[in-house]
């Protein structure tokens, strides 16, 4: 079965603002005071193998972070390290205020929801007596029950055997136990796998909604392409490190890759001589200026001033997948 802890408690109301720094000597010293989740120094290893090295990340009220990495970088070791399911080998895990691994902690673990990467539902039950044992399991009243199925869009499927349901809605099913009792953490592995394109919409409205009413949450995805716009910060992760760290402009500067402009001539008007150095052109009537971040800004004052008129103009800056790519390359370890 999935596992998830959370409760109804009041949630902090305040929203920090991103983060904004990257790269590999971005780490934060100690414990934040006002962190939801803080990792300072730790490392976990098994025998020979460092699964996490040396990491230390805060996550604060009110913010959704993504954790992105290739297979094996350590991101599922992070989670299970702040649920307390695991101990660190060094270091400090803090949860809510609390050792993530001790005793005490588990006054809080009713406040935090999990989603796990593979979901296993008990067949048998419905839906409906699925969210019902989630809700007895934390103490909870099953009265949000019948709202949670609506809000992830199966209630029409709640009096339905698990058995008969498809990925996708056992994956709606999963995220809406961990939805129970508005956790205060939320940590999400893989939590779009199986959802199609409008589940995977409804899925990131949820995040926003619970990120603006001070809730932390916490995702872990390969799919890149999901985090822009939906994410406060990027954490990447290679071989057990966490090599940068920072909102999508901090690593697009970070990464250094170029911003790339296209102008579109009219027909009658393609006059290549009058446009600065740097233009190539691609195409009969369409000319590509490749240029840094903080150089985009004056190249398009640079066209203006010439007066030309134009048909269209596209900015293709890199894309996450990009900056991942170029991050991992430039961080040999």
């Keep these: 079965m999935t596992i998830s802890q959370s409760a109804a408690l009041p949630l902090e109301n305040s929203r920090p603002a991103p983060t904004e720094h990257a790269g590999n000597g971005s780490r934060t010293a100690g414990i934040a005071g006002g962190s939801h989740v803080a990792l300072s120094g730790v490392s976990k290893h098994y025998g020979s193998v460092q699964a996490v090295q040396h990491v230390d990340l805060n996550l604060q009220p009110g913010e959704c972070v993504a954790l992105a990495g290739h297979n094996g970088a350590g991101k599922s070791t992070l989670i299970k390290l702040i649920l307390g399911l695991i101990r660190p080998s060094a270091g400090q895990v803090r949860l809510l205020g609390h050792e993530a691994a001790s005793r ?5 673990r009713r406040h935090i929801g999990y989603l796990p990467e593979t979901v296993a539902l008990y067949p048998s039950l419905t839906g409906a007596e699925t969210l019902a044992f989630y809700a007895r ?5 099953c009265g949000d029950n019948a709202r949670l199925l609506a809000r992830v869009g199966i209630a029409g499927a709640a009096s339905r055997r698990v058995g008969g349901y498809s990925k996708g809605m056992r994956q709606r099913l999963a995220l809406a136990q961990a939805l129970l009792g508005s ?4 940590l999400f592995d893989e ?4 959802l199609d394109p409008a589940s995977r919409l409804m899925f990131y409205e949820i995040v926003r909604e619970l990120r603006d009413t001070g809730a932390t949450v916490l995702l872990s995805t390969h799919v890149l392409t999901e985090l822009e716009g939906n994410t406060d910060r990027v954490v990447v992760m290679k071989n057990g490190r966490k090599v940068a760290d920072g909102s999508m402009s901090a690593l697009r500067r970070s990464s250094q ?20 150095d740097g233009w190539e052109r691609v195409s009969e009537r369409q000319y590509e200026l490749a240029c840094p971040e903080a150089h985009k800004i004056a190249a398009l004052q640079g066209i203006a001033t010439l007066g030309l008129p134009l048909d269209d103009i596209d900015i293709h800056a890199p894309s996450l997948d990009d900056m991942y790519a170029q991050i991992l390359k430039r961080e040999d370890i």
């Excluded at 956790?183 to 939320?186: D, E, S, T, Y």
């Design 257 to 276: 890759l170029p911003v790339r402009l296209r102008i579109t001539l009219p027909a009658h008007d393609a006059r290549p001589g009058q446009l600065p």
């Design 191 to 194: 939590p779009t796998t199986g």
């Design 137 to 141: 399991l934390k103490g909870l009243p």
């Design 183 to 186: 956790p205060r953490v939320l």
């Design 104 to 108: 005490e902690i588990a006054q809080v």
